[in-house]
C-alpha cells in the first residue's frame, strides 16, 4: 500500500492526525514522524532509503528555527492556551539557508514523491502586550516562506500552505483572516487541519508534471 510519511513537528502531527481519516476513502496509509516543538535538529527524520516512487513524504519541519531558541512563552489560563513570542528574535537568513541545505541533503536520494510545505505562520498578535515589540513578524515569516519555495523549487514539490487554506491571493495576504483560524497564537482548530487535509490530498497524487518526467527519462538514458 501506498505510504504518506509526514514529517515534522507539531502541525506534522496534527496534520498527520487528519489525513489518516481519509485513510478509508483512499488507498495509502499515514505515518507521523513528528515532534512537537523540535527544531530542525531534533526532527525525527524517518529512514527514507525503504521509500518506494507511490509513496509521499511530507516535510514540515522548518517553522520552529524562525526565531531563535526560547523565543516563546506558554501561558494557560481558564483552559485557554496562548502561545507568546515572548522575545522578537528572528533567527537570521543564514541559519534559515543552513537548515535548508541539510533537509535538501536528507531529500536528494528519496525515491519517494517529496512535498515540502512552507511555514505555517506564528505568534500573530498573540496578545496586547506584544503587539508593538511583535510588529512585522507577519511579513518576516512571508518573506521567509519566498526563501523557502525559492530554494527547493526546482527539486520537489513546494506547496504555499495558505493555498490549502484560502482561495483568493487576497485572502492569503491577509493577517486577520489568518489569525481568526488559530486557536493558541500558533496552532489551528481540528477542522482547519481537516481542511488543509482534504485540499492537500488531490496534490499529492496527481500524476507527475511534464518536468517531473522530463527529469525522469533523463536519468534513465544516464
Ligand atoms: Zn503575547
Known amino acids: 500500500m501506498r505510504r504518506i510519511l ?12 487528519a489525513l489518516k481519516q481519509f485513510e478509508n476513502q483512499r488507498d495509502f496509509k499515514v505515518e507521523i514522524y513528528a515532534q512537537p516543538g523540535a ?30 531558541k ?19 528574535k528572528p533567527s537570521s537568513e543564514n541559519h534559515l539557508l543552513n537548515i535548508c541545505s541539510a533537509l535538501q541533503k536528507r531529500i536528494a536520494n528519496c525515491r519517494a514523491k517529496v512535498v515540502i510545505l512552507d ?8 496578545c496586547k ?13 512571508r518573506k521567509y516562506n519566498v ?17 490549502l487554506l484560502f482561495d483568493t491571493y487576497a485572502d492569503r495576504r491577509n493577517e486577520r483572516k489568518y489569525r481568526e483560524l488559530q486557536v493558541d497564537a500558533v ?15 488531490p496534490r499529492l497524487f496527481s500524476p ?3 518536468y517531473t518526467e522530463v527529469k525522469r527519462i533523463a536519468t534513465e538514458i544516464k
Open 187 to 201: 496552532h489551528f482548530s481540528p477542522c482547519q487541519y481537516l481542511k488543509i487535509a482534504a485540499r492537500l490530498l
Open 119 to 126: 511555514n505555517f505562520y506564528k505568534h500573530l498578535r498573540c
Open 70 to 88: 526560547n523565543s516563546h512563552q506558554v501561558e494557560c489560563k481558564n483552559r485557554n492556551k496562548t502561545i507568546h513570542l515572548s522575545k522578537n
Open 39 to 68: 527544531r530542525f535538529a531534533n526532527i525525527p527524520f524517518p529512514d527514507l532509503n525503504n521509500c518506494t516512487e507511490q509513496d509521499v513524504a511530507i516535510f514540515m519541519c522548518l517553522g520552529n528555527d524562525i526565531f531563535e
Open 6 to 17: 509526514v514529517i515534522g513537528a507539531s502541525h506534522a502531527k496534527k496534520l498527520g492526525t
Open 147 to 163: 526563501i523557502i519555495r525559492k530554494f527547493f523549487a526546482s527539486q520537489c514539490t513546494v506547496i504555499e500552505h495558505t493555498t
Open 208 to 210: 507527475p508534471s511534464i
Open 129 to 141: 502586550s506584544h503587539m508593538e515589540s511583535n510588529r512585522g513578524i507577519f511579513g518576516l515569516q
